[in-house]
């Protein structure tokens, strides 16, 4: 069963899915930018796959069941009746169709046109996960609160980057709480980018800034959702903050033995080992320091500088630097 959370900004709840691995995260590029969620897909009917699916099954199961008969098979007979092609076959040339009207403008390096943007909508809404995250990215950069929508969307439905950038727009616009929620749930997701920037100190200050109750149960709720969550840094932080010290450096103590999810054996890498290895010595750093009386504030501001660890803006610059050089082609 999926695990679930929500975020709530200006009134609106988008649920956001947690606790498991990216889809694609250790796969081809190409095949990731071609992925389409077959529920979405809108039919000749103009139903839904998900709406159709859920009738033909009613249907079936309404009905008295035949010797050898089976619900897809029932769906592959409804499927010939209506669109004149079995089930798989449609499915497989809607995903082309959709596919090849898509990809284009996906790979364009130019502003898109109305007619673009318009072929980019409709294949968003027919499941096309890269276009839910381009739509939902272009519209976070002019910082329009519709993003959210659009990114919450392809998240769900396994892009890599999108609960990410749902994290910068709603540091923007102030929702500090929810905007970490996002960050641990990309960086628990296998989301690179989001794992090393979760130790930059702006995220600290910004985690200060929330109520001290939402925060720690936030903080609990995403740290029992995932095996080794980037969430226990941040019980850690807190703690050592607080009036109670000691139980922040047990967290982050036991945060060190494994400080990120290892992915399977054939996919754990050289990243991986590189990645452990700097937050590693950024954490024994800190609480060296800590034993030698340094203020924790200024050890983690200076050992996350001498690690490199990126931030919001850091990302936001270069994808603004991205997008100018796109759009001057």
Known sequence: MKKMTAITHNNVTYEIRIGSWFQH?????????REVHTDDIILPT?????????????????????PRSSAKQYLNDCSLSDFGLNWDKLIELLKIRINDACIPI?????????AESYELAKA??????????????????GRNDDCLLWLSMAHNRGHLGACYEMALHLAAKGNQIDSLRCLIISADGGFDIAYMSIFQITHLKNMFQIQADPLESMLNELAEATHASSANYFKGILKLFSNNPPAGIIILKNFLKEPKKKPSEHDTGEVYYK??????????????????????????????????????????????????????E
Not at 25 to 33: C, Q
Request: glycine share 8%; proline share 3%.
């Open 25 to 33: 995260l250790h796969g081809k590029a190409s095949e990731a930018l």
């Open 124 to 141: 968003a809404s027919n499941g096309h996960i890269s276009a839910m995250y381009r739509i939902g990215a272009s519209l976070g950069g």
């Open 106 to 114: 996906m790979l364009a390096q130019h502003q898109l046109s109305d």
């Open 46 to 66: 103009e139903k839904t796959v998900a709406i159709y699916k859920t009738e033909k099954r009613a249907e079936y199961n309404a009905h008295p069941r035949r």
């Open 275 to 328: 990645q452990i290895s700097i937050v590693s010595s950024f954490i024994e750093g800190l609480l060296a320091d800590i034993d030698s009386g340094v203020p924790p504030l200024i050890s983690i501001s200076t050992r996350g500088e001498q690690a490199g660890f990126c931030s919001f803006s850091d990302y936001d610059e270069f994808f603004k630097i991205v997008q100018n050089i796109q759009q001057a």
